[in-house]
């Protein structure tokens, strides 16, 4: 969306070696597209992101959790059975509101609802988790985290390739500073859960959002360096997930 990153993000990332081919795609010209996403924009985006070849494979920064709804359209161009992993600070798994509505808050249970594909989806993050699940308690982290694990329209019981969603409001503010209200969870205690969790799967493709866009409250130039920057440390986690596999 383009509301937190440079304009020569791709450039950046290139140059410090951490992509080999960047693709930067814009939507800041998309109307109906910040937190709620109505149809026209969501034809749109989705139109977009068709003309790269495999639009969900690849890391994804997507921008503010605003936009996390953006999961749900990487995720509509998987065309085999799969798994997905969302650590977040909320479940992302409310009632769609305002006529429906694609929205960052409703985008999970929709996934959960209306793909086929998905076998099972992994919560991890919030302090409370919607019905419908089975909560687990998790150790990757070196400390004792709940999850829980929802039974999508495609699951039989086997392991199947994995998407993974992170949405950094899940860390503390020490690490990064977004525009929800955050977790307590560490990059390192991160980086551990994620290795853990995609611990012999393949890793089909992920996704990355939170942050401070300069319309938000408190934003200061400092921020914006220190996001980018946990940024770049995820990246380079999911990097090393994605390529193992």
Not at 25 to 33: A, P, T, W, Y
Not at 127 to 142: H, P, Q, R, W
Request: aromatic fraction near 8%.
């Amino acid at each position: 969306m383009n509301d937190t990153y440079p304009e020569d993000l791709a450039g950046i990332l290139f140059k410090a070696g951490i992509c080999d081919n960047p693709v930067r795609i814009s939507m800041k010209d998309v109307e109906g597209r910040n937190m709620y996403c109505d149809d026209e924009a969501y034809r749109i985006i989705r139109e977009r992101l068709s003309g790269i070849a495999a639009p969900a494979s690849g890391i994804h920064l997507i921008d503010t959790g605003n936009y996390h709804y953006l999961s749900r359209v990487f995720t509509s161009f998987i065309d085999e059975p799969y798994d997905l992993l969302l650590v977040d600070h909320h479940t992302d798994m409310q009632e769609a509101s305002f006529g429906g509505l694609l929205s960052c808050g409703s985008w999970a249970r929709e996934v959960l609802e209306k793909d086929e594909h998905l076998g099972t989806l992994t919560v991890i993050g919030p302090e409370k988790f919607e019905e419908g699940g089975e909560e687990t308690m998790l150790t990757e982290a070196g400390r004792k985290l709940t999850g829980c694990v929802y039974r999508g329209r495609g699951f039989t019981g086997d392991v199947f390739p994995l998407y993974i969603s992170v949405d950094k409001d899940v860390m503390n503010r020490s690490e990064c500073i977004t525009n929800w209200d955050q977790g307590d969870l560490t990059l390192d205690e991160l980086s551990k859960l994620l290795e853990g969790l995609a611990y012999g799967r393949r890793v089909i493709g992920a996704d990355i959002c939170g942050g401070l866009s300069e319309s938000d409250p408190g934003y200061t130039d400092e921020i914006r360096s220190g996001n980018m920057s946990s940024d770049m440390k995820l990246l380079m986690i999911l990097k090393e997930i994605t390529e193992d596999k």
